[in-house]
């Protein structure tokens, strides 16, 4: 394994060992302190503790059903979607990796998001705009570049910040995704991504489309998910575009 790949793995592993302990300690702190002023900081701590531990374990088994939920995804159906399924096959054999869940979204907005854990509990999720508008070799693009989050644990820290994020006033919550996501999240999956394809112009196409749509898929509110999503708010499409370009 190259050495950048396995720094870029043990920093999301550390990344998301932090969002949990974050999690068991707010908790830790809000039952102390509430405890503290109804009278007893002992009984306090000791539910805080209790309390906080049952946090920890809901960010780290449920982030991913909640990410998808919160897309409002739905399984892609093997029949209906079969170009899908067929070309994630291909490009995970290729990879070295275990096929993903597959989730749909319906909206024309073209984007794709990824969550789990692991490269064995992943799920790539694709808007019904983007099936429909890409060519294949775009959308093998797209879905080269969601797959290097998974190879790359990019999918962990991320995912496990989903539950924090949607109890966060905007400001904690942008700092939040934006740590969680690590430094050029979506640049770096657009170059593993073409290492995987051997072809940039399929991956430069597919996100011209996506800026021509413009940046985001309406979530419904859902701001806790911003951060997973392909046509991130928060990295230059232009910008990505571009460096696409040079290789």
Known sequence: MPEDLTTRIAANKRRATALVAAAVVLVLVIVTVLGALAGSAVLGLIFGIVVGAIAGAVVWTQSTSLALSM???????????????????????????????????ETGRPDALTVGRSPREAAVVCTTGLLDSLTRMELEGVVAHELSHVKNYDILPATLAVPLAGVLPPALRRALMQWAAGAHREAVGDVSGVALTRYPPGLIAALEKLRHEGTGVPNHGRKAIDHLWLDSPAEDVDERIAALREL
């Open 71 to 105: 897309a409002r995804a739905v399984p892609a159906d093997e029949e209906q979607q079969a170009r899908l399924h067929n070309l994630v096959e291909g490009l995970c054999a290729a990879a070295g990796l275990p096929k993903p869940a597959l989730y749909i979204v």
